[in-house]
């Protein structure tokens, strides 16, 4: 769309600010206006994705939470416009010039979302029952899981001569095996230690966290941005989904990724009931049992290369996974042996 097109488009979203552009660029699903009143990001949503994260931010906000990049009010204070079936809403531009590197830029990043979850944790009442069925069901997909890993396994070894993939996955099929028993036994852990609980700590996840949704202004302070998926809920769901991205790649000991959970625990400590559920979700081996599956239902021909390539990835998540969590699980027994010792040299 050219730039008199776009002018022409937000004008009239404009002038519940009285914002009147000069210039447009566009960056996709935001716009950076050039106006009478300094430069603008004009982010366009879908309607049904409703603005309840505009609260979220504004009780941040209250709290005493100000690295987001904040939304403006209209002139009859609305903070998003309605305009031709989307939503838009109004923030400043981040000039974003790094000025340090990616490896500081996640340990900001961390140590902001820590401070988020801080400000805005709340103990919430958790029915009991819930807990239970949640539980068992959980227990049970992993019993389903371990049911088709073996299933799939007892077929390949019958054969005479096996696929490529049917190979791979037998030699795989071990470790496969091992985390997810892993995974559940933390679970159950996680299960006993909580059972007879009667509230959960709760915060404002960020619900879409990611190095691109943390923009630097020009004095080299970074800002969240994109609350738009925010929900009360469990910290891990701001953890896991970064860390599964940042551990999807070729194998590689990741000992930035834990400096980056430590830097984060640094600030907002996990309790010993909310590790034991993230290291069991860290460990669950959900993409290469996925690969396994699509692969055992696909009719014939079936892209060999395609199906390998696949499940070689996603050993490799795995593996880096399991790095990852094996690395933690060792330090916390460290830490906690140290701190046993420590208690017991201290005369009665």
Not at 71 to 88: C, E, F, K, Q, S
Not at 194 to 220: P, Q
Not at 221 to 228: D, R, T
Not at 305 to 314: F, I, S
Request: aromatic content about 14%.
């Amino acid at each position: 769309m050219s730039n008199s097109n776009h002018i022409e488009t937000i004008t009239p979203i404009l002038k519940n600010y009285l914002v009147e552009p000069y210039f447009v660029e566009d960056f996709g699903s935001v716009l950076k206006i050039y106006s009478n009143k300094g430069n603008f990001a004009l982010k366009k949503i879908d309607p049904r994705t409703g603005t309840d994260f505009i609260r979220h931010v504004h009780l941040l906000y209250q709290k005493g939470y100000n690295r987001i990049v904040p939304i403006y009010p209209t002139m009859d204070g609305r903070y998003a416009v309605l305009h031709n079936d989307y939503l838009y809403y109004l923030m400043p531009w981040m000039s974003n010039e790094q000025k340090e590197d990616r490896q500081q830029k996640n340990h900001q990043l961390f140590r902001e979302l820590a401070r988020l979850h801080t400000l805005s944790a709340k103990e919430i009442e958790m029915n009991k029952e819930e807990r239970t069925e949640h539980y068992e069901k959980t227990i049970q997909q992993h019993e389903k899981q371990q049911e088709f890993l073996d299933g799939f396994i007892d077929e390949c070894e019958k054969k005479t001569y096996m696929s490529p993939f049917e190979l791979l996955y037998c030699l795989y099929y071990n470790e496969v095996s091992q985390a997810l028993k892993f995974s559940k036994t933390k679970f159950e852990e996680w299960y006993e230690n909580t059972k007879d609980n009667e509230k959960a700590r709760m915060v404002i996840t960020h619900g879409k966290l990611s190095s691109e949704h943390f923009l630097y202004d020009d004095k080299g302070y970074g800002f969240f941005i994109n609350f738009e998926n925010s929900r009360y809920g469990s910290p891990i769901h701001d953890l896991l989904p970064y860390l599964s991205r940042a551990l999807n790649t070729n194998p590689k000991r990741s000992d930035t990724a834990i400096d980056w959970v430590y830097n984060y625990f640094k600030y907002f400590p996990f309790r010993a009931d909310e590790k034991l559920l993230f290291y069991s979700y860290l460990a669950l081996p959900i993409p290469i049992i996925q690969v396994a599956e699509s692969y055992y239902r696909k009719s014939r021909p079936k892209n060999e290369l395609k199906y390998v390539r696949q499940l070689q990835h996603r050993y490799w998540h795995l593996k880096n996974s399991e790095y990852v969590v094996m690395r933690m699980t060792e330090m916390d027994a460290q830490a906690a042996a140290a701190a046993a010792a420590k208690e017991g040299a201290q005369p009665q």
